[in-house]
């Protein structure tokens, strides 16, 4: 930041600008905030033609708008389409049904290794809820991009991040949010993991749940047998990919504590491995999710309402 103001304004300069807006976006009570801003002001007024998107995400890092939680009303904003058509967030919310918002970037990874579950969690979902991809790229690279062709949610671009800026905690993507009918932020995540989709299926089918810190890990349903809880799980991953369940852990109800006194399905503090191929696609990512499911129960049984 020091050597910047004597820097050619040119493309190299507004990228190190960038790189020092990211720390400040991403630290609390940044200590040079002041020398910052000023920065900005100066070489923004002297930017080349062309530098417009790069130079709106810098003053959103470093004048940030109050970014909406979990509780909030969701707000609009207007996004550009494949034909570069202006759209509203909200008219996918107009159907009543709950909408995910997928911020996704054509150099990232994982957004790349997402798409053949996600294709199969929209069809499997459509009726209950609508998927807005919102891409982050510049819109000419986004528009010529064959990823971002394949696409068949809705598909829209925020090159200027003015959505992420308000929806997201976090730069890093992929970034999910999840809208109820009513337009309330129902819960956040950041990143993919094989299974999440499928995970997160389950949970809108089973029982009601907040699945977000786990999304390959759902309720299926719970039974209440004389004296006796049992909770039905489903858990998808990777089949080579182990997972364990602490044979101390506990159901928290009532505000009590639950120990855990039997497992059915899967040994307790040892490594299981998901048994079921969950599709017969031969996809190299999507065609090695598998899943299994167990029980647990807890006693004291609590009351299951």
């Not at 801003?37 to 959103?60: Q, T, V």
């Not at 003015?162 to 809208?179: A, K």
Request: charged share 25%; with cysteine; glycine share 6%.
């Amino acid at each position: 930041m020091d050597i910047l103001p004597s820097m050619p304004v040119d493309a190299a300069t507004i990228y190190w600008l960038w790189r020092a807006s990211m720390t400040a976006k991403n630290t609390p009570n940044f200590p040079y905030m002041d020398q910052l801003r000023n920065l900005e002001s100066s070489i923004a007024a002297h930017a080349p033609k062309g530098s417009e998107d790069r130079l709106a995400e810098i003053h959103a890092n470093i004048y940030p708008t109050r970014v909406l939680q979990i509780g909030d009303e969701a707000e609009d904003a207007e996004l550009t389409d494949m034909q570069g058509q202006k759209h509203h967030l909200l008219e996918a919310l107009a159907t009543g049904r709950y909408v995910l918002l997928d911020f996704w970037g054509i150099n990232c990874g994982p957004c790349m290794a997402s798409e053949s579950e996600m294709k199969v969690f929209y069809e499997m979902m459509k009726d209950k809820l609508e998927i807005v991809c919102i891409n982050q790229d510049k819109l000419s690279a986004w528009q010529k991009h064959e990823f971002s062709k394949r696409i068949t949610s809705i598909n829209l671009n925020d090159s200027k991040k003015s959505v992420s800026s308000r929806y997201c905690d976090h730069s890093s993507i992929p970034y999910y949010v999840l809208i109820s009918p009513d337009k309330r932020i129902v819960w956040k995540h950041i990143g993919y993991g094989l299974g999440n989709f499928l995970g997160l299926a389950e949970a809108f089918n089973g029982p009601k749940q907040d699945n977000s810190s786990n999304l390959q890990f759902a309720i299926r349903k719970t039974e209440l047998n004389g004296d006796c809880t049992t909770i039905s799980f489903r858990y998808y991953t990777h089949k080579d990919y182990g997972f364990r369940i602490a044979k101390d852990s506990y159901l928290t109800a009532n505000g009590k504590k639950y120990k855990l006194t039997a497992a059915n399905g899967i040994k307790l503090d040892e490594d299981n491995y998901t048994q079921v191929k969950a599709s017969e696609s031969t996809d190299e990512l999507l065609g090695n999710i598998y899943y299994s499911d167990f029980t647990l129960t807890p006693s004291p049984p609590p009351s299951t309402s």
